[in-house]
Nanobody
Framework: QVQLVESGGGSVQAGGSLRLSCAAS????????MVWFRQAPGKEREGVAG????????YYADSVKGRFTVSQDNARNTTSLQMNSLKFEDTAMYYC???????????????????????WGQGTQVTVSS
């Protein structure tokens, strides 16, 4: 099973930026669907951004398009989430998740569905003050 460790969370004022990183080890596949999810208190878990490591195809929730950028460094097995123009409503615990797959289309269809991911990090808190 893949081990995932997130870092980079913190507190920032609205309009600011943060960069999250997810370091992975123990990959069982040459390609993976890597996704950042978030969950705020009292709200459902939400898929924020995903990337298929085999082609670097990216996927975003409408709420973060144009503000967040997901990227992959295959040499370092690290998935990053650059978050700009942060809003109060971005406040949440952010989790990295991984699913091994050689099928880019599968990732494009299911990246936002947390139930299909078997590997999760411990989470990192992002707090945006208005």
């Amino acid at each position: 099973q893949v081990q995932l460790v997130e870092s980079g969370g913190g507190s920032v004022q609205a309009g600011g930026s943060l960069r999250l990183s997810c370091a992975a080890s123990g990959y069982t596949s040459s390609s993976n669907c890597m996704v950042w999810f978030r969950q705020a208190p009292g709200k459902e878990r939400e898929g924020v951004a995903g990337i298929y490591t085999g082609s670097s195809s990216t996927y975003y929730a409408d709420s973060v398009k144009g503000r967040f950028t997901v990227s992959q460094d295959n040499a370092r097995n690290t998935t990053s989430l650059q978050m700009n123009s942060l809003k109060f409503e971005d406040t949440a615990m952010y989790y990295c998740a991984a699913a091994p797959t050689e099928d880019r289309r599968w990732c494009s269809l299911f990246w936002h569905r947390g139930s299909v991911f078997g590997s999760w990090g411990q989470g990192t808190q992002v707090t945006v003050s208005s």
